[in-house]
């Protein structure tokens, strides 16, 4: 289907952007483009300008500090990251962006993106909930910053508010991570996916199982105390074509055991 007709705005600042989105209610930024041209061709969106951010190098970047922390400008694609040494830091963000769909996708799409479009099926909203990521977000007011399990609100919703950018991802130093999926055929959607972080206390997130990653603190990464934790947090999960609300709960606890045992392995390593 072909778009309905759109202004475009190519802003040179974050400034001006910020002043484009606050004058226009329907306003939306332009990232990849992966997720959002696809749903304005579907006509499940319809914004009246859209502002494009690929111009903007304030939103692009890696730096390693020297404690390790990573600065992550939002319009980082998979595949800079995948490739970037400083990104190695925190070896999963590459390993998880190298799975997210196909080539052209992975050119394209952003770390950004794909945690402002929050789609619950989506990789990166569990694996910065696990890793313990910070999101600055920026208004014409100024800025703040948000832990991940903040920022993820709702379906397709998030602490961005309207007029607002997500402008950094931060992200501390950490080996021991992992990462397990149930996806559609090799690189599809996931049906199931956990994320989990031990460095220090044992963090998991579930995604596609409720509209926002599920956070569970297993007290040790041992199987029995995995499996309990997530039976513990209650959830509900949604069926379609794809799983049953019972299949989804059952591959959580697969899942979660699974990026558990990787997280205890690598940080052991
Ligand atoms: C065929 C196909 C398969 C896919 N499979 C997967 C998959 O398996 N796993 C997965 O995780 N993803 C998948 N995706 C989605 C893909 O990862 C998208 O790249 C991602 O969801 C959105 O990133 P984007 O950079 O393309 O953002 P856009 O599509 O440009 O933007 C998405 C939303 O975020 C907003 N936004 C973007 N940047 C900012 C910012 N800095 N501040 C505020 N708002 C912002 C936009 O306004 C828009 O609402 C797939 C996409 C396609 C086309």
């Known amino acids: 289907m072909l778009l309905r007709e759109v202004e475009y705005a190519k802003p040179s600042s ?17 990232a990849g483009g992966q997720t959002l041209i696809n749903v304005m061709k579907a006509r499940a969106a319809s914004p009246d300008v859209l502002v494009d951010l690929n111009g903007l190098d304030e939103l ?9 922390t990573l600065s992550i400008g939002p319009m980082t694609t998979y595949t800079e990251l995948v490739g970037s040494a400083e990104a190695k830091a925190r070896p999963i963000l590459g390993e998880v962006c190298n799975q997210i769909a196909d080539v052209q996708v992975r050119n394209r799409g952003t770390i ?17 909930v696990a890793i ?3 999101m600055t977000i920026a208004g014409q007011g100024g800025e703040r910053e948000v832990p991940a399990e903040e920022f993820f609100l709702g379906v397709y919703l998030t602490a961005v508010g309207p007029g607002e950018l997500l402008t950094r ?3 501390p130093a950490g080996k021991g991570d992992g990462f397990a999926a149930v996806t559609l055929g090799a690189d599809g959607t996931c049906i199931v996916n956990a994320a989990a972080s031990l460095n220090g206390s044992l963090r998991i997130a579930l995604g596609c199982v409720d509209a926002t990653p599920v956070l569970v603190q297993p007290e040790s990464p041992d199987d029995e105390a995995v499996r309990a934790a997530v039976q513990g947090a209650g959830i509900q999960p949604p069926a379609d074509v794809h799983a049953s609300s019972e299949y989804r709960s059952h591959l959580a606890e697969v899942l979660a055991v699974r990026a558990a045992r990787a997280a205890a392995e690598k940080a052991g390593g």
């Open 14 to 30: 974050v400034a001006d952007a910020l002043a484009i989105l606050a004058e226009h209610d329907g306003a939306r930024a332009l």
């Open 112 to 128: 950004g993106g794909n945690a402002c479009a929050n789609d619950p099926t989506n990789h990166l909203p569990p694996l910065l």
């Open 169 to 171: 991802v931060r992200i």
């Open 60 to 68: 692009k970047g890696i730096d390693l500090a020297p404690d390790g």
């Open 132 to 134: 313990g990521a910070r």
